[in-house]
């Protein structure tokens, strides 16, 4: 998998905190209940940004379902912090474990 580095276009405290990486992984993610398709779009240690048409708002805690290979999926829970009405949402994941950060890393080749 190829991942590059995204380069943050933001001033001042609206920067991110940690350096994301470009790719493309198919990801569901999950709110109240229902699951929902999305394109993974990019990626740090703390949170991502996912395509997806589904409807959700600032502050709504969602899971999203990593996969790892064909029959397992890392389920990780995050708090959407900047959505674009049919185009996408960012997350910053909560509670991540060292064991978390470091599989992720490992699972899309950074860090």
């Known amino acids: ?5 995204v380069r943050d276009r933001r001033q001042g405290t609206d920067r991110r905190k940690r350096r994301r ?5 198919e990801v569901e ?9 999305g ?4 990626i740090s240690e703390d949170g991502c940004f996912i ?3 589904g409807e959700v708002a ?3 805690r969602i899971r999203i379902h990593l996969p790892i290979d064909e029959s397992r999926a890392l389920a990780i829970a995050g708090e959407v912090v900047n959505h674009a009405y049919e185009i996408g949402f960012g997350v910053r994941f909560r509670q991540l474990g060292d064991s978390e950060i470091g599989l992720i890393k490992r699972m899309f080749n950074f860090g």
């Open 51 to 53: 395509l997806s048409g």
């Open 39 to 42: 394109t993974l779009s990019d």
């Open 21 to 25: 990486f470009y790719l493309t992984r």
């Open 1 to 5: 998998m190829d991942s590059r580095l």
């Open 58 to 60: 600032n502050g709504q």
């Open 29 to 37: 993610w999950e709110s109240d209940g229902r699951l929902f398709n």
